[in-house]
């Protein structure tokens, strides 16, 4: 299994910036993927689920409205788009799969080495 | 939001020692709690799911258990490889969430 998250970046205040995360190794379209961010020297802080078909989406409230979580299974890419970034958004945006197949809101078995979002002026 | 508390924050053990790690939650939330580690650097990792169930590739020095809002990861005998943070989480309800973390430093 590999998560490749890419998209990372400096970003202003008030604009926009689209995460993919890439998958492998397993059958995408039968698992949930997850976002998790990690501001800098704090603890994890789930963001997003969607669900294997993209049928059902789950935020966090500090970034519901702001955030949109999306898939295209047919190329094995998860996608987060934020906008009206913050300072408080400032994180490693990790990646993650749920733990059990045609399901969601378990476990995270697999995560990516996460990229890192910088909103700054 | 089911509010999730770590205990102690820092934890000093020296190797081959036994270390115990507590994480409260606010509610109730059954079995359905995680624990992760996280070295410097790289990503966490997935030790123990539904309170008790190692993953695949965890060592048996690994071992969880509670029910509720009381929960324990015990590693039994710590190496050199287990000094980390270590992170619980709770998924038994919208949202997710994680504990503050325990730092297992070396005494």
């Known amino acids: 299994v590999q998560l490749m998250e890419s998209g990372g970046g400096v970003v202003q205040p008030g604009r926009s910036l689209r995460l993919s995360c890439a998958a492998s190794g397993f059958t995408f379209n039968t698992y949930a993927m997850y976002w998790v961010r990690q501001a800098p020297g704090k603890g994890l802080e789930w963001v997003a689920v969607i669900s294997y078909d993209g049928s059902i989406k789950k935020y966090a409230g500090s970034v519901e409205g702001r955030f949109t979580i999306s898939r295209d299974n047919s190329k094995n890419t998860v996608f987060l788009q934020m906008n009206s970034l913050r300072g408080d958004d400032t994180a490693v945006y990790y990646c993650?799969?749920?733990?059990?197949?045609?399901?969601?809101?378990?476990?995270?078995?697999?995560w990516g080495q996460g990229t890192l979002v910088t909103v700054s002026s | 939001e089911i509010l999730m508390t770590q205990s102690p924050v820092t934890l000093s053990v020296s190797p081959g020692e036994r270390a115990t790690l507590s994480c409260r939650a606010s509610q109730s939330v059954g079995t359905n709690l995680a624990w992760y580690q996280q070295k410097p650097g790289q990503a966490p990792r997935l030790l123990i799911y539904g309170t008790f169930t190692r993953a695949t590739g965890i060592p048996a020095r690994f071992s969880g258990s509670g029910s509720g809002t009381e929960f324990t990861l015990t590693i039994s005998s710590l190496q050199s490889e287990d000094f980390a943070v270590y992170y619980c989480q709770q998924y038994n309800a919208w949202p997710l969430t994680f504990g503050g973390g325990t730092t297992v430093e070396i005494k």
């Open positions: 993650a799969r749920d733990q059990r197949e045609y399901s969601y809101g378990y476990s995270h078995s697999f």
